[in-house]
Nanobody, 121 residues
């Protein structure tokens, strides 16, 4: 079984920073990509940032220049450094990973439980 565990969410003032972490564990053969999605009340879930096994990254337009995604391959962990936070960044942030399971080498999409980020004005 593969599990994603998130941490780092919380309440911050506008202009502040948070660093989210997501660690993958279990029967992992390889990780093709990891990323962060978010969902605010009344809105659809959106892709915030993603990093591939090649190291290439993607950022949503609303977070470019403010957020940075990185990873530790040794720890099977992805990070999201969030700077200059705005009230519109308030959402539940979900970690996502595309992983090959070592038991049957099947690819699958895995999700964390979500962590709340609240930015006050």
């Amino acid at each position: 079984q593969v599990q994603l565990v998130e941490s780092g969410g919380g309440l911050v003032q506008a202009g502040g920073s948070l660093r989210l972490s997501c660690a993958a564990s279990g029967s992992i053969f390889s990780i093709n990509a990891m990323g962060w999605y978010r969902q605010a009340p009344g809105k659809q879930r959106e892709l915030v940032a993603r990093i591939r096994n090649s190291g290439s990254t993607y950022y949503g337009d609303s977070v470019k220049g403010r957020f940075t995604i990185s990873r530790s391959n040794a720890k099977n962990t992805v990070y999201l450094q969030m700077n200059s936070l705005k009230p519109e960044d308030t959402a539940v942030y979900y970690c996502h990973a595309q992983i090959l399971d070592s038991t049957d080498y099947s690819p699958g999409d895995y999700w964390g439980q979500g962590t709340q980020v609240t930015v006050s004005s």
